[in-house]
């Protein structure tokens, strides 16, 4: 049969697709349908035909699935947020543990028999719901003009109005209203993306779930704002209903502004001007403290990232003699939990004030074996091992020619290395410098399995060994999941 544009069909759900649409068939032609759960009966109306497949969206649940649930935020469908909210949360933890395996079959070329026997079940969060500690809200106009704050719809940057969202801290409701009413009462416009005019782009909230401390960041398109001193008091005297974890109340610390006069997508621009309080927060996580800049990273999910970063020392197997590099380090949350555990840690992060952030922590939690580097990881390592290798750090006992057997670890032989990269994974010259430094152990947290998978499998053929692989999950209700994995050197190619 052949099908078009609009046509309304009945669809079993079978199967969950990469962005959390479900799959089903009708009449042997396979549908993606947005917002269909595995195992639902619906009527769904044909967005898109190609010659073997198409997309469509439920228009009717005809027979809910027994995994699916009411979800929480009446938003959910348009958000780009939220794919799998209205998944049952133990479902979701099903599909993502399937998502890591696929990816590690597919793309990393293991065999099913290896996965079974590495991998162990995914961690799942107790409280799958306002487990952000950061969010971006941007600012714009409704169909009638009215000032708006929330979320993109998915895929647009068309602004749904929510200032409520499920998976965020609690207090930002009061935060954007009351930035919301500053604006109106003060004249201050929102920016227009397609007139390039307007002064507030987004609106930065992040919050320390243990210490309470909250940071203000408005990004705007100039270098000043109106009548600061109006949001200022109007921010500090908001009064929080709940407490930091800490049992000290939740607080503004921290209020700025950053500069992005740019016409484009990226959300923060580089320049910070500090309107109130310190240019940063500070936050506890694994009994480290930390501070955190506007524009450096920090994990989303903390709970759920005391979880990972002790899997990462358990991976890592340290014993107090070891020598680690951790590279994508961020502000060295986790070169600091294992400088602790280890003789020296080396650190690599490429933005600049993630390094300055890293360094201060160092300093306040009194850890001294440690030390940063800034710079892309695929350029600092590859131009340590090289200078390393022409002699030029013999003096420090750097020197190569120590590949053998039984060889004394030093910064260039790590015995481990710890990798966390962004979304698109390591860089081809970084695994190959990896490989060249040949630690015993590597450690990769990933917040991507098919880009792990991918890198995986070149570690596989430069000699190293799966031996583990986990998902902890940060991030309920979506599709995403984060991954932690350790290789061990074995010399020889296997899978
Ligand atoms: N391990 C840290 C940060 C992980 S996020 C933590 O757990 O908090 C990934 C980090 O990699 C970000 O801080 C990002 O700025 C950094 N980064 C991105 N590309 C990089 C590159 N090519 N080299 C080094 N760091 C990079």
């Not at 195992?39 to 969206?57: F, H, L, P, Q, S």
Request: hydrophobic share 35%; glycine share 10%; proline share 3%.
């Amino acid at each position: 049969m052949e099908y078009k544009k609009n046509d309304i069909v009945t669809v079993t759900i079978e199967d969950i697709g990469n962005d959390g649409e479900g799959i089903g068939k009708s009449d042997g032609y396979t549908l993606f349908v947005k917002d269909a759960v595995i195992g639902d009966v619906v009527e769904a109306r044909i967005t898109k035909c190609k010659k073997n497949y198409g997309y469509a969206r439920v228009e009717k649940v005809v027979t809910p699935s027994s995994f699916r649930v009411e979800p929480k935020c009446s938003f959910h469908r348009q958000c780009g947020g939220c794919q799998i909210q209205a998944m049952s949360y133990a479902r979701q933890l099903v599909y993502k543990q399937d998502k890591i395996r696929n990816n590690l079959l597919r793309i990393g070329g293991f065999t099913a028999e290896k996965i079974d026997e590495v991998m162990e079940p995914i961690v799942g969060m107790e409280e799958p719901w306002h487990y952000r500690n950061k969010a971006q809200f941007p600012v714009g106009y409704d169909r009638e003009g009215n000032l708006i704050t929330g979320f993109y719809a998915g895929r647009t940057h068309d602004i749904i109005a929510n200032t409520d969202c499920a998976l965020g801290a609690p207090e930002n409701k009061q935060i954007l209203e009351t930035v919301l009413s500053y604006m109106r009462e003060n004249h201050v416009t929102a920016y227009r993306e397609n007139t390039g005019e307007g002064l507030v782009r987004h609106i930065l909230i992040r919050s320390g779930f243990w210490s309470g401390e909250i940071m203000v960041c408005l990004v705007v398109n100039g270098t000043k704002l109106p009548a600061s001193e109006k949001l200022i008091e109007s921010l500090l005297a908001i009064a929080f209903a709940d407490k930091g974890e800490s049992g000290q109340e939740k607080r503004i610390t921290s209020i700025s502004l950053n500069v992005n006069t740019e016409n484009t997508n990226v959300i923060m621009g580089q320049d910070i001007r500090l309107l109130w309080g310190k240019g940063y927060i500070q936050d506890t996580l694994c009994g480290l403290t930390f501070s955190i800049s506007p524009l450096s990273f920090y994990q989303v999910n903390p709970k759920q990232t005391e979880k990972l970063y002790g899997l990462a020392l358990e991976y890592a197997d340290l014993n107090g003699k070891e020598i680690v590099w951790d590279l994508y380090c961020g502000i060295g949350t986790i070169s600091l939990c294992m400088a602790k555990k280890a003789r020296q840690v080396y650190g690599v992060e490429v933005v600049t004030q993630a390094i300055e952030d890293a360094r201060e922590n160092a300093r306040v939690n009194q850890i001294e074996n440690v030390e940063f580097y800034e710079g892309n990881a695929e350029e600092v390592l590859p131009a340590f091992y090289e200078k390393a290798g022409q002699g030029e750090l013999a003096e420090e006992g750097l020197a190569l020619g120590k590949q053998t057997e039984g060889r004394s670890r030093d910064k260039l032989h790590p015995d481990v290395i710890v990798v966390d990269p962004p979304r698109k994974g390591c860089d081809e010259k970084c695994l190959e410098t990896m490989l060249k430094m040949r630690p015993e152990r590597i450690v990769y947290v990933s917040c991507d399995s098919a880009t792990l998978a991918r890198d995986l499998k070149v570690l596989c053929e430069g000699g190293y060994e799966l031996r583990k692989v986990r998902g902890v999950d940060q991030f309920g209700g979506t599709v995403h999941v984060e991954v932690i994995i350790m290789m061990q050197y074995c010399g020889k190619e296997k899978n």
